[in-house]
C-alpha cells in the first residue's frame, strides 16, 4: 500500500501542474513519517469530502484516489485496512450522491471486484451490506444493473457461505435469488 502510493506521489510531484500536487505536497511535508494503515481513511475524507485545490478538479482528484485504491487492494491484509478505515462505506455513500459521476462508479464497481478477488466477499457482505445496497441500487434503476448483477454473483460465490447464512440468519438464499 505505501509503495503504490510513494510511486503515484513520484508521478504527482513531477508535474507541479498536477491537480493532487497541493495536497501531496502538503501531506508530504507534514509530518516525516507516515501512517500507512491510514492513508486510504486521509485521502478518501480530504478528497471526497473536501473541495478540490483547484477549479473544476473535483473529479480528477476522485478518479487519482479511486485509481490509487484499486492498484493497492492487493492482499487480504490491504482488505482488512480498508475494512478497518470504513473506506467501502465510504465509497458506496459517494456512488450514490449526485456527484457522483459515470466513471466513478464504474471504478466503485471495479474496486468491489477487486476486494472479493481478495477474498473481501465476507466482509463486504457482513459489514458494508454489499447485497442490500445493490438490492438498492438495482430498485432505483441504476443503468449498470448487469454490472451489479454480476459483483452480487461473484461476491457470494467467494464468500464464508456458512458464516453468511449465520449473519443473515439464512435470509441470504433469498436475497441473492432477488438479486441475480
Same mark, same amino acid.
Given at each position: ?17 498536477? $491537480?493532487?500536487?497541493? +495536497?501531496?505536497? +502538503?501531506?508530504?511535508? =507534514? ?6 494503515? =491510514? ?37 487480504? *491484509? ?7 478505515? =470504513? ?8 456512488? *450514490? ?8 462508479? *464504474? +471504478? ?38 448487469? *454490472? ?10 467467494? $464468500?464464508?457461505?456458512? +458464516? ?17
Amino acid at each position: 500500500m505505501a509503495g503504490v502510493f510513494a510511486a503515484r506521489c513520484v508521478s504527482v510531484l513531477a508535474d507541479p501542474t498536477h $491537480c493532487m500536487f497541493g +495536497k501531496i505536497n +502538503k501531506f508530504l511535508t =507534514n509530518r516525516p513519517t507516515w501512517e500507512i494503515r =491510514n492513508l486510504p481513511r486521509r485521502f478518501s475524507r480530504i478528497i471526497i469530502h473536501n473541495e478540490p485545490d483547484e477549479d473544476n478538479s473535483y473529479h480528477k482528484e476522485v478518479d487519482w484516489l479511486l485509481d490509487y485504491l484499486i492498484d493497492c487492494l492487493r492482499t487480504a *491484509e490491504d482488505m482488512e485496512i480498508f475494512r478497518t478505515n =470504513n473506506v467501502f462505506e465510504r465509497l458506496l455513500s459517494y456512488y *450514490e450522491a449526485k456527484s457522483c459521476v459515470i466513471s466513478a462508479k *464504474e +471504478k466503485i464497481v471495479r474496486l468491489l471486484f477487486r476486494a472479493a478477488a481478495v477474498g473481501g466477499s465476507t466482509t463486504l457482505i457482513t459489514r458494508c451490506g454489499l447485497l442490500s445496497w445493490i438490492d438498492m441500487m438495482l430498485i432505483s434503476n441504476d443503468y449498470r444493473q448487469h *454490472e451489479l448483477r454480476q459483483l452480487a454473483a461473484r461476491v457470494f460465490d467467494v $464468500c464464508d457461505r456458512d +458464516k453468511v447464512m449465520e449473519w443473515s440468519s439464512g435470509t441470504m438464499d433469498a436475497t441473492i435469488t432477488s438479486i441475480v
